[in-house]
Structures are given as structure tokens and as C-alpha cells.
């Protein structure tokens, strides 16, 4: 059996551009892809703290280092420029897999830098 599980989590990135008239996409930093493990047009939910808007698109490399996260295409009318995103990746795992499965969580800060990594959610509490 296989199951759907979180791969990877970027948690509260700041949208940096939003080109409605750039090829659909959303580049993110690629330092940030590279310590996600989210690989270049590899599938990704995007949640927007801002709007409510939760659409798929497709990852694709920005220069490492810059603090990118620009929504492309028609994806940029679900995103503007400061709006707080979610991105998220998952993958499919089977049972021995799912016995070491952790995901990797990376909250970032408003510049897009990496605040801290985590591999659990904490209990929510009642």
C-alpha cells in the first residue's frame, strides 16, 4: 500500500513577485528547494494565509540566495506581491518507508530566510 504523506513544508513565505505574464510557475530560492528537497517542476500545493486562494502549480529554480518566491502564469492572480504563503510537496511512500518517515518543516521569516527546521507538528492543543 502506498500512502500520500507531507514531503516537505515551507511555512509562511513571502511572496517577493507575481507575473502574471511569466511562463506558470512559482520559483522559489534555490537554496530554499535545495534544503526542502522540493526539486526543479516538481507539483506543489500553495495555501495563501492571505486570501484563502489553494492552487497547484509546478517549482522552478530562482538565483540561490535571493529570498524569491515568485507566483508565474495565471497563478499570479491568486498571489500579489506580500501576500504569506504555505508551499507544500508530497510524495508517496510505501509501508517499510513510512516507518522512518519524517517530513521536513521550514518556517521561514519575513525575507524568506530559514527561522528554523522541524520534522513534527506539534500536538494542537484543545
Do not use: W
Amino acid at each position: 500500500m502506498q500512502s500520500t504523506m507531507l514531503q516537505t513544508k515551507l511555512h509562511r513565505a513571502t511572496v517577493t513577485h507575481s507575473e502574471l505574464h511569466y511562463e506558470g510557475s512559482c520559483a522559489i530560492d534555490g537554496s530554499l528547494l535545495d534544503l526542502s528537497g522540493i526539486r526543479e517542476y516538481q507539483q506543489i500545493e500553495i495555501y495563501n494565509v492571505n486570501n484563502g486562494e489553494r492552487f497547484t502549480t509546478y517549482a522552478i529554480r530562482a538565483e540561490n540566495n535571493s529570498g524569491v518566491i515568485s507566483v508565474n502564469g495565471a497563478a499570479a492572480r491568486r498571489a500579489a506581491e506580500g501576500d504569506i504563503l504555505i508551499i507544500c510537496a508530497y510524495s508517496n511512500y510505501n509501508e517499510a518507508e513510512l516507518a522512518v518517515f519524517k517530513p521536513r518543516l521550514i518556517y521561514l521569516n519575513e525575507s524568506n530566510g530559514v527561522k528554523e527546521t522541524k520534522n513534527a507538528i506539534p500536538v494542537q492543543a484543545a
